[in-house]
C-alpha cells in the first residue's frame, strides 16, 4: 500500500501552543499536500509541497519534506480553538491520492 | 457559491436497495472523483473522471458505478446495498490529477 501515515493519532494541547503532525509515506512522489477536516465535513486543501522543496510557509502554517526518509511535518503555530479538526497528508503516485489515517487535533481555549 | 456540492447529505436504506449520490462542481476543472471515508477515517478512492473517461477504477465492487453526464458532474450509482457500504462518500474535483482536490461536504450512508 501506498497510503500516507500520520503521526499521532491523536493530539491534544492548549491554545497557543504550537501543534506538530508527521507524515511518512512508501514511495516516490511528486509532491505532498496538507488537508483539514472539520467535523461532519469535506477536507479542505491546506498546503502543497513539490518533491524538490524542503520547506513551505503559509500564514501560522509550516510543513517540511524529507524524500529520503519519505516524511513530512505540518506545524501549526499559535494554534486556536478554531484548528479543531482531524489533518490528513497526501501523495500523489500513479495518477492518484492516498491518504493517510489522520491526526485528529483539538486545541483546548 | 458551493464549488463541490452533493446531495443527499444523508441517506439511510435498507440492505438490497439500488440508491445514486450526485455530485456537482462549478469550477470548471477537468478531474472528479468519488472517495469512501470509513468510521477510522480512512479515505479510499473509489473512481476518477477525466474529461466524462474513466481514468482509475480501485478494486470496488461492480455494485458500484460512476455516471458522469458531463464534466461538471460525477453521480455515483450503488445497486444492492450492503451493511459494509455504510459510510461517509466524499465527491472531490481538481484541475489536474496532481493538483490540489476541492471535496464536497460529504454523503453519510447508512444501511440497515
Known amino acids: 500500500s501506498q497510503q500516507g501515515e500520520e503521526d499521532p493519532q491523536a493530539l491534544s494541547i492548549q491554545e497557543g501552543e504550537n501543534a506538530t503532525m508527521n507524515c511518512s509515506y512508501k514511495?516516490?512522489?511528486?509532491?505532498l499536500q496538507w488537508y483539514r477536516q472539520n467535523s461532519g465535513r469535506g477536507l479542505v486543501h491546506l498546503i502543497l509541497?513539490?518533491?524538490?522543496?524542503r520547506e513551505k510557509h503559509s500564514g501560522r502554517l509550516r510543513v517540511t519534506l524529507d524524500t529520503s526518509k519519505k516524511s513530512s511535518s505540518l506545524l501549526i503555530t499559535a494554534s486556536r480553538a478554531a484548528d479543531t479538526a482531524s489533518y490528513f497528508c497526501a501523495t500523489d503516485a500513479e495518477n492518484q491520492f492516498y491518504f493517510g489515517t489522520g491526526t485528529s487535533l483539538t486545541v483546548i481555549p | 457559491d458551493t464549488a463541490v456540492s452533493q446531495t443527499p447529505k444523508y441517506l439511510v436504506t435498507q440492505m438490497g436497495n439500488d440508491k445514486s449520490i450526485k455530485c456537482e462542481q462549478n469550477l470548471g476543472h477537468d478531474t472528479m472523483y468519488w472517495y469512501k471515508q470509513d468510521s477510522k477515517k480512512f479515505l479510499k478512492i473509489m473512481f476518477s473522471?477525466?474529461?466524462?473517461?474513466?481514468?482509475i477504477n480501485e478494486t470496488v465492487p461492480n455494485r458500484f458505478s460512476p455516471k458522469s453526464p458531463d464534466k461538471a458532474h460525477l453521480n455515483l450509482h450503488i445497486n444492492s446495498l450492503e451493511l459494509g457500504d455504510s459510510a461517509v462518500y466524499f465527491c472531490?474535483?481538481?484541475?489536474?490529477?496532481?493538483?490540489?482536490?476541492?471535496f464536497g461536504n460529504g454523503t453519510r450512508l447508512t444501511v440497515t
Open positions: 472531490a474535483s481538481s484541475q489536474t490529477y496532481n493538483s490540489p482536490l476541492h
Open positions: 473522471y477525466n474529461n466524462k473517461e474513466l481514468i
Open positions: 514511495t516516490s512522489i511528486n509532491n
Open positions: 509541497i513539490r518533491s524538490n522543496e
